[in-house]
């Protein structure tokens, strides 16, 4: 069971990686090779065994609702590439489209 | 089948609300919740997507969305878990939402409407917690995100706890879709959790609609953009009549987004991608499952309100009163409480006094006060003494709602402010004749007439009457004397 070239291109495209021909080669394997294995795992007879997502026995972890004093605009936008009135300044949205 | 007589087209309506929940701070970090304010004010590292943090849940969201989701009748999940819906759009600084998929808080509810006196049922398909975006301001071509040269990105409400609420396709019409959005607005409000202010944006509707012959499927156009209760109604009729258009002149509607324009009055078909959203979905690493206690659960449950609707029906038949009394009365929480409080303090009015009340000259006093029917400046006890004051005969109608707006204003007991300002009803019958006698004695031709049976003239001698009191004598008592005085 192995994952086709086109698969590679659309899960690349929605994680907006730009991948050269060699790169789009190498995942294609790799990638392969990863559901393969998964694909052995899922073999096993699971009959009575809950899905995990954590590994930790842990639940409930909650905080109380109570306020924490924000870093304020200024530290906020200390790192932006682009600012512009206490806002952060981002390219234009829908350019990849059309 | 002769194609003249062509079957009754079905609408199908299914609704999805988003609500901003009232909670001090954001859903995964300390941050305050708030509208409005200096851009990007309240943010932190975790709101704003830094690498290295990690989210911690906020339980009075967790304590939110159970209440609502019990209040829709949902079954509350034994355990919930979170999902990251990953895109690309820069509203959501992580390039992810945490939100819930196959494991949401509730599922499987449903919510009773009334619609021109004909309940409805609209099942729930689910109630689950996520957390809001930020705000997007488009700069550059008409700040339309199609033409616009730049984004600037506001993070402020990013991170706001946010409960999505959809409906089954179970809505015929749009008088039914805006009834399901105005009921669950109210139990919203009833139970304490959001501001659901459309305008704000702390409540969103989007809905789902198709046309189509019995027993077929409808190509499903989702409308977005609905700012209010009555836009929703609007934007469904528009849209409604649209599809049947189309339908009934022999073409097909396409499945599409369109976008509610308010002044226009109509909807338009947004510029969308043509490929599906595939949001990849998978639980989020950072955070535990969810699984609420029995007893914690038990607790929730008796702290829930009496529903709006149940408040309403309760009214009209424990209490007697009309349909259109009982609606007033349960359209806010604080106007039913504020009811019963004066209710169960009244010693001489009753129900339908005391109701009569609050819907008629509160109601109006109410419309200039701001949120005045979710948050009335008057007390149940300041109302019950005013109304038994005029069941006693101590005010007369007029009187009593001049105390009431003094009331209203002072926040001063009513016979406080009727004893200092004087204003009270004379119902003593030797002061008032006096007073008859006198203006009888100054029109004798007037009380000639009504001797000899044309009855014309009382109602110019009950005026001079209350002239001559001030306005405080006792209509009743007065027009009682002056028959007998004539008689
Ligand atoms: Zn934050």
């Known amino acids: 069971m192995g994952i086709g070239r086109q698969q590679v291109e659309h899960v690349a495209k929605l994680a907006r990686l730009a991948l050269t021909e060699e790169e789009l080669n190498l995942f294609e394997g790799q990638l392969s090779a990863i559901l393969e294995h998964a694909a052995t795992v899922t073999k096993l007879d699971t009959e009575g065994v809950e899905p995990t997502s954590h590994s930790m026995p842990l639940m409930n972890v909650l905080r109380p609702d109570v306020v924490i004093p924000p870093i304020g605009s200024a530290a906020a936008l200390a790192n932006a590439p682009a600012e512009e009135d206490g806002h952060f300044r981002v390219p234009r949205i829908l350019d990849d489209e059309s | ?487």
């Not at chain 2, 990013?158 to 959005?181: F, H, M, N, Q, W």
């Not at chain 2, 200092?420 to 203006?439: C, F, H, N, P, T």
Request: net charge negative; proline share 6%.
């Open chain 2, 1 to 487: 089948m002769n194609p003249t007589e062509a079957p009754d087209l079905v609408t199908t309506i299914g609704l999805e609300v988003h609500v901003e929940l009232k909670t001090n701070t954001k859903m995964f970090c300390g941050c305050p919740v708030g509208f409005g304010g200096e851009p990007n004010s309240r943010v932190c590292p975790v709101c704003l997507g830094h690498p290295g943090t990690l989210p911690t849940m906020n339980e009075k969201a967790v304590e939110y969305t159970t209440k609502i989701a019990m209040a829709l009748g949902c079954d509350i999940a034994p355990r919930s878990v979170f999902h990251r819906k990953n895109y690309f759009y820069p509203d959501m600084p992580k390039n992810y939402q945490i939100s819930q998929y196959d494991l949401p808080v509730g599922e499987r509810g449903s919510l009773e409407v009334e619609v021109d006196g004909e309940f409805y049922t609209v099942g729930i398909t689910r109630a689950h917690l996520e957390e809001d975006t930020g705000k997007s301001l488009h700069i550059g071509g008409g700040g339309r995100i199609h033409d616009a040269d730049y984004s600037l990105e506001d993070f402020n409400r990013a991170g706001t706890p946010l409960v999505e609420i959809v409906s089954e396709p179970d809505i015929t019409s749009p008088a039914v879709a805006r009834a399901y959005a105005t009921e669950l607005r109210s139990i919203l409000e009833y139970l304490g959790v959001s501001d659901v202010r459309m305008e704000e944006g702390s409540m969103r509707v989007d809905a789902n609609i198709s046309v189509a012959p019995p027993g077929e499927r409808g190509k499903k156009v989702e409308v977005k953009n609905m700012n209010s209760l009555r836009s929703v109604f609007r934007a469904l009729e528009y849209e409604e009549k649209r599809q049947r258009e189309v339908l009934r002149s022999g073409g097909s509607v396409t499945q599409s987004t369109r976008h509610w324009d308010e002044k226009a009055g109509r909807t338009q078909e947004l510029r969308t991608k043509e490929e599906a959203f595939d949001y990849r979905y998978f639980p989020e690493p950072d955070l535990v499952p969810l699984e609420p206690a029995v007893e914690w659960l038990r607790q929730l449950r008796e702290e829930q309100p009496e529903l709006p609707i149940e408040r309403a029906k309760r009214y009209q038949r424990d209490l007697g009163l009309s349909s259109y009394d009982a609606g007033v009365l349960r359209s806010t929480k604080a106007l039913g409480d504020l009811f019963e409080q004066a209710l169960a303090a009244a010693k001489k009015a009753d129900a339908k006094q005391v109701s009569n009340w609050v819907t008629n000259d509160l109601m109006s006093l109410l419309a200039a006060v701001p949120e005045g029917t979710k948050n009335p400046p008057l007390t149940g006890s300041n109302l019950a003494e005013l109304v038994d004051m005029v069941a006693g005969g101590d005010l007369s109608k007029s009187q009593a709602q001049q105390v009431l707006q003094k009331t209203l204003e002072t926040g001063r007991r009513p016979r406080e402010i009727a004893d200092e300002s004087g204003i009270k009803q004379v119902s003593d019958e030797g002061a008032l004749e006096a007073a008859i006698d006198a203006v009888l004695a100054a029109n004798p031709d007037v009380a000639e007439r009504l001797r000899s049976g044309d009855n014309k003239p009382f109602g110019f001698l009950m005026g001079e009457v209350m002239k001559a009191t001030k306005g405080q004598g006792n209509p009743k008592v007065v027009s009682g004397l002056i028959r007998k005085k004539i008689s």
